[in-house]
């Protein structure tokens, strides 16, 4: 929000007051009303890349914001998706705000400049904020969140999850993974799927059928060696855990992103 305040009412999250300073993402982009006085009758507006100015169209505004979008791959979209909050709202008076209030200047400046590089600096500037909003913590609302960025808050989990991404061919327990994290196997386990949102096996198995959805759409890399990548002992035993989880074959898969 550069100027002004408006309100934010986005589905199945409830309605926030934004302020000049605040920083809202939205990873799922679920249906949404941005209003003024959220009385008013709503109106669908389609998206721009150009500035749009809605209401009375001369005089000053009373609310300006600069608005923007990201693209997940598409392959993997519902695994970010997923793991992420429905909403994360930064106000001005966050630690934390300041900095993105002055990526978004950086941003704004560089959109209208126009000068040489000027795709490459705003591809740079978006992923910045983009991490910079999602390593961002409430502390009153923080022990509440679930999904991996609450898990690598948690430092016991942090250190598991770093293990598990790091080696995800090896033949994980429970045990082990509590061991990495320095608890018993049975409080790993509560603790992972309390704050993950899912038992640490079912994260894995996410994880690795992730891994190999991105190798079978860039590469086109034998089956077995895909299954040997991700911690599967033949093709076949990685070909069923595959169908099972996506709907369909390891091969079926690749044929219809290249496509």
């Given at each position: 929000m550069l100027e002004g305040s408006c309100f934010l009412d986005v589905d199945g999250v409830g309605v926030v007051k934004l302020e000049e300073g605040d920083f809202v993402l939205i990873p799922a982009?679920?249906?949404?009303?941005?209003?003024?006085?959220?009385?008013?009758?709503?109106?669908a507006i389609k998206a721009t890349h150009s500035a749009i100015r809605h209401g009375t169209q001369d005089g000053p505004p009373?609310?300006?914001?600069?608005?923007?979008?990201f693209?997940?791959?598409?392959?993997?979209?519902?695994?970010?998706?997923?793991?992420?909050p429905s909403l994360i709202h930064i106000r001005r008076d966050d630690p934390g705000a300041a900095r993105l209030h002055r990526i978004a200047e950086l941003i704004s400046e560089e959109t209208g400049a126009r000068r040489p590089g000027r795709d490459l600096i705003l591809e740079r500037l978006v992923e910045v904020l983009l991490v910079e909003s999602l390593r961002f913590r409430r502390a009153e609302t923080a022990s509440q969140e679930k999904g991996l960025l609450a898990g690598l808050a948690d430092p016991a989990l942090a250190?598991?999850?770093r293990r598990m991404h790091d080696d995800v061919a090896r033949r994980w327990t429970v045990a082990d993974l509590g061991r990495t994290a320095g608890m018993s196997r049975a409080a790993f386990a509560e603790r992972f799927t309390r704050t993950v949102?899912?038992?640490?096996?079912?994260?894995?198995?996410?994880?690795?059928?992730?891994?190999?959805?991105?190798v079978l759409r860039r590469d086109r890399t034998?089956?077995?060696?895909?299954a040997e990548m991700i911690g599967y002992q033949?093709?076949?035993?990685?070909?069923?855990?595959?169908t099972r989880h996506a709907g369909c074959s390891p091969s079926g898969f690749a044929r219809s992103t290249r496509t």
């Open positions: 982009l679920p249906g949404f009303t941005m209003a003024s006085d959220l009385s008013i009758k709503p109106k009373t609310m300006r914001q600069l608005g923007g979008y693209r997940f791959d598409r392959t993997n979209a519902h695994l970010v998706v997923r793991f992420l250190r598991a999850l949102g899912m038992p640490p096996m079912e994260y894995l198995l996410e994880w690795r059928i992730a891994i190999a959805k991105d034998p089956l077995s060696e895909v033949s093709a076949s035993a990685f070909s069923t855990a595959f």
